[in-house]
T-cell receptor, first 112, second 117 residues
């Protein structure tokens, strides 16, 4: 079945460092891809998404490009802030209106 | 925006009792809601899909008689954990689809931490 694999954390960075969190997926069709963020004590929030190959999702300085040839959707940010400290989940949806399949989550800790 | 609430945020109960968790979409109607379970340092695992006015669809391995789901209105779905046991202790999260089945953006509640003693 469909699945999502993302790099294990925790990822520890200094403020203003470059961030990459790897995410690869396995799917039989053409899924939509998502990054969700979970701040401490809060629910999951949609960070960005891409619905077809070569689409780039972006929000709050974060970016991810849907790469069909490598089945990847890596999350990047050029300069992280302390406030970016959270757990990041990569996810896919193989059909509209269906539940998401999540990766295990990557904890990011940014220090000043 | 789209806001989904859950109540309670935390609950502690004795083994053998039942616990009801509510999931509400506050500013939109949701014909479809999902219930997930999250174990520590693990991913979210889908338990069931809740459709307004019809029976929920459960994932393989999820006991439908133990995890009762009711989606009686377009803004409310409930999950009742019946005869709870310590192994049911977990973080339960709901989500709601805004815009109907043609959309693929889910909005998540903040989760409910269940501890069964």
């Amino acid at each position: 079945g469909d699945s999502v694999t993302q790099m294990e954390g925790p990822v520890t960075l200094s403020e203003e460092a470059f961030l990459t969190i790897n995410c690869t997926y396995t799917a039989t069709g053409y899924p939509s891809l998502f990054w969700y963020v979970q701040y401490p004590g809060e629910g999951l929030q949609l960070l960005l998404k891409a619905t077809k190959a070569d689409d780039k999702g972006s929000n709050k300085g974060f970016e991810a490009t849907y790469r069909k040839e490598t089945t990847s959707f890596h999350l990047e940010k050029g300069s992280v802030q302390v406030s970016d400290s959270a757990v990041y989940f990569c996810a896919l949806s193989d059909r509209t209106g269906t539940a998401l399949i999540f990766g295990k989550g990557t904890t990011l800790s940014v220090s000043s | 925006g789209a806001v989904v609430s859950q109540h309670p945020s935390r609950v502690i109960c004795k083994s053998g009792t039942s616990v009801k968790i509510e999931c509400r979409s506050l500013d939109f109607q949701a014909t479809t809601m999902f219930w997930y379970r999250q174990f520590p340092k693990q991913s979210l695992m889908l338990m069931a899909t809740s459709n307004e006015g019809s029976k929920a669809t459960y994932e393989q391995g999820v006991e439908k008689d133990k995890f009762l789901i009711n989606h009686a209105s377009l803004t409310l779905s409930t999950l009742t954990v019946t005869s709870a046991h310590p192994e049911d202790s977990s973080f339960y999260i709901c989500s709601a689809l805004k815009g109907g089945p043609s959309t693929d953006t889910q909005y998540f509640g903040p989760g409910t931490r269940l501890t069964v003693l």
